[in-house]
């Protein structure tokens, strides 16, 4: 009798059990598989980035897909490409085959994101960069549509950009220094690491600074590696430069600006340090990082559009750090979940041609696709931004009072300062 | 320019020489290369930085810590893994190469990819044959020549002195004499890893602090070992400034291959070894037990 009331016991909690659960509906998820090397800024900016668009778009009531709502889910994926170019293709794979996710956010060193944008196409998944900058990336797009088509780039702007904003860059210095030091041809050492995204931009500086009313004294290439520059300060120094036009991309950047400012070379330093972009950047340089000048993506204070304060301010209070062009991942996830809802599907085919028609404002600027899926350059969409370290903070000091032809007023965006010569630069010539 | 290239080989040259000299010692007592000479080096780096940028401790606080804990991990490393090891010299190639990754990981997963700093010990700079050189540089030639002095009076004023050169040149006959070629061993790889460890405080903060500072140097301490003669400590020194040399030669002279010089100083080895195997100061290989 007690066997026979155990059992109906035990049938009532499964009966009841399977009711509770009945009863709740399991909510669906898009799932985001965010690429990066976790171990580094760069990998840790893209996945915070990321979960701050995950928390937003959710807490905005998730992704409307016809009648069903579905929940973002970012899943974090190590790709180790830093170290390895294979470990990283190995875990794009793994992301698209063992954790099925939907779409592919992130990126950062070139050489492995050609070998993850392959097998993402592989897949018709659908894969927003946002770290890499090799033109040939885009170019895949436009010589193979059909295959590459899946997909996009939203940060940073494509190396081509890059050398333009920053020859602009150096000639906004140059301006400073004929204004506030008298010098009216402005030698410009040429510094540019040896790495793949390093070759035009030293062949573009040789060709065009000659043509900007500067002359170049010399071009140094050390190795993306190198943790000692001074030799090359010691030459640059005796070559009488005025100006130090750099690209630096990797670790190479923080000895750079630490030898610069600690021997007082007697030259400004402008062009692109990535390193330069992070909160870490003073301390690392052990102080004497003060002055550096970079191309950025964003800056403390600087307003490029509505939106870039607040997500700014927002991602600092988060995480202690400035965020860098990777956390460029929280309007890349956003840009995609309005195209899904867009579309009203899953189907890549269709949420591709629902992103080629976004016009989004985002933290960085307006976001429009041009055909190659790169982000339309100019003022009025996006543009990168110029900071500076002044007194241990990172300021934006470009644009300023910027005037291109066609434009009826110069623009300078909210919070900007202006460039801040060094005050041993300014010493030694007597400025 | 003359003076450009002998003050800036002067200076690569030391930082160069205070790595590979505790490397030298290493091979030239124990006949061990060990592969993870530069990581402790790395890992000295590291815990310097704890303690000063961490925990806000005074910098001699960080290299007493850093100089401890890295002489004890090298000691207990030794007599763990490499010592039972000792006559299979693949196995320790491979073995303290694995101890430098693992070392490497580590630092990774306590510390991440971020770069990090560590103060210097003097700031500002001075100008010699008209060249700007920092004084931390000044300090590194310092100890040095400091240093040299110490392992120089040790080897040749001590009774462990004796021991480390009497297992040096024969460890047979040292053991029959009573001197434990373990321990002498045990001994002297813990002074090789304390002056990687005065290597991390004096070089660390000219450079950067990661998890992989300890890989190109090891490249650089190899070429110089090699260069000079494995385990002679005069060849250590002669290497550091032939190496220092080629590197500052190519910045100068070709300043669009700059990124070439590392290259180039191991194309001056290769030159060397054909012509002298045995290196600068090394014992011709027949002549080796």
Redesign the interface.
Known sequence: MRKKWLVLLVLAAFVMTGLTFSGCKKPEYIKIGIIG?M???QG?HHWLGAQMAEEDINAAGGVKIGDKTYLVKCIQIDTNE??SVDDAANAVERAITVDNVDFLVGAFRSEATLAMQDIAMDYKKIFVVCGASHTELSNRVASDYERYKYWFRVTPENVSYLVKDSLILLTYVAGIVREELGIQVPKVAVVI??AVAGDPLAAAANALIPTMGMQVV???????????V???L??I??SGAHIIYTYFSA?SG??YA??WG????PACSVGINV?AQSM?FI????GYGNYELTLNTLAPGCAQTDKTIEFYNKFVERSGEYPTYNAGTYDAIWILTQAVERAGTLDPDAIVVEMEKTDYQGAAGRIVFDQRHDVTWGPGFVTAIGTQWQNGELKCVWPYEWLLPGMTEPLTYPGTVKYQIPPWVLEAYGG | MLGNLLVSTLMSASVYAMLAVGFSLTFGVARIINLAHTAFYMVASYIIFTATMKMGLPLYVGVVAAVSLVVLLAMVTYKVLVDPMREHETTVLILTIGVALVLQELMFLWFGGYFRSVPTAVEGFTTLLGVRVSYQYVLTICVLIVTLALVWLLLMKTRLGLAIRATAQDREIANVMGMSDSRTATITVGIAAALAAIAGAIVAPLFIIEPRIWLSPLTVVLAISVLGGLGSLKGSILGAVIIALSENLVVFLVPQGAFFKGAFSLLIMIVVLLIRPEGLYGVAFEEER
Do not use: K, M, N, Y
């Open positions: 090397p171990q580094f800024l840790r830093i170290l690491e040896q010399g071009t140094w290439r050390p190795s993306p590696t190198a943790t000692d001074t030799a090359e010691t030459a120094r005796d670790a923080v000895p630490r030898q600690e021997l007082e070379i390193e870490g301390d690392a340089t052990g």
